[in-house]
């Protein structure tokens, strides 16, 4: 098991910027790739960004490349999601995840989820 932990969501106005962390524990040396992903109410959840947890390669959402940046931390089991230039169309709970096995944008290909951060972009 990987327990992942969320955290730096909240309120900002369209434009600002926030950070979120996602701290893995356990046996964390078993994933392959962590992501993020984002669920809207009333939609499906959808990826964000994905980085794999050996070389740091990356890959974005159309969405958000350009304006969001992930990034991991290996010795503090730690990845981080810096958003900028937020638009209200951003606001969603936030997931992190991690694969045992791939990098991939699809929610079926994660193994374990933390319980989300909201992120709410007022206009």
């Known amino acids: 098991q990987v327990p992942l932990a969320e955290s730096g969501g909240g309120l900002v106005q369209a434009g600002g910027s926030l950070r979120l962390s996602c701290v893995a524990s356990?046996?964390?040396?078993?994933?392959?790739?962590m992501g993020w992903f984002r669920q809207a109410p009333g939609k499906e959840r959808e990826f964000v960004a994905a980085i794999k947890r050996s070389s740091g390669s990356t890959t974005y959402a159309d969405s958000v490349k350009g304006r969001f940046t992930i990034s991991r931390d290996n010795a503090k089991n730690t990845v981080y999601l810096q958003m900028n230039g937020l638009k209200p169309e951003d606001t969603a709970v936030y997931y992190c995840?991690?694969?045992?096995?791939?990098?991939?944008?699809?929610?079926?290909?994660?193994?374990?989820w933390g319980q989300g951060t909201q992120v709410t972009v007022s206009s």
């Open positions: 356990g046996r964390t040396s078993s994933t392959y790739a």
């Open positions: 995840a991690a694969s045992k096995f791939t990098i991939a944008t699809t929610p079926r290909s994660y193994d374990y």
